[in-house]
């Protein structure tokens, strides 16, 4: 995602949960064909900018890694890092994204954790 537009509608009419690490905000579009994600990384969440684009990247591989499990995969996703996001480890990292998208209902429930 890179228009200004789609993050506010994502913000507007999506739903978000926040953790300790990330907030995830996500709305469904059937008119799309993907994911389209999104990662804001405020000088707030890392006053470095190699520490912003670390934790970009960690972002862009939990999502890499469990979007085809997702049981809609046609959607919007915004993730907006917290201050803390650069000290935590990937696993904490991983562990806080997976529980918001668990408490957001983007997995199967029958489904063993990722």
Do not use: C, N
């Amino acid at each position: 995602m890179t228009q200004q537009a789609e993050f506010a509608r994502v913000k507007k009419t999506g739903h978000a949960k926040a953790g300790r690490f990330v907030i995830l905000s996500t709305l469904e579009d059937h008119t799309l064909d993907s994911i389209h994600t999104g990662f804001i990384t405020s000088k707030r969440s890392a006053k470095k900018a190699h520490d912003r684009v670390l934790i970009r990247r960690r972002l862009r591989a939990l999502v890499q890694k469990h979007a085809p499990d997702f049981l809609e995969i046609r959607r919007y996703m915004v993730i907006i890092a917290r201050p803390g996001a650069a000290t935590a480890t990937f696993d904490e990292l991983a562990e806080d994204w997976i529980r918001q998208a668990r408490r957001l209902g983007l997995f199967p429930r029958h489904q063993e954790k990722p």
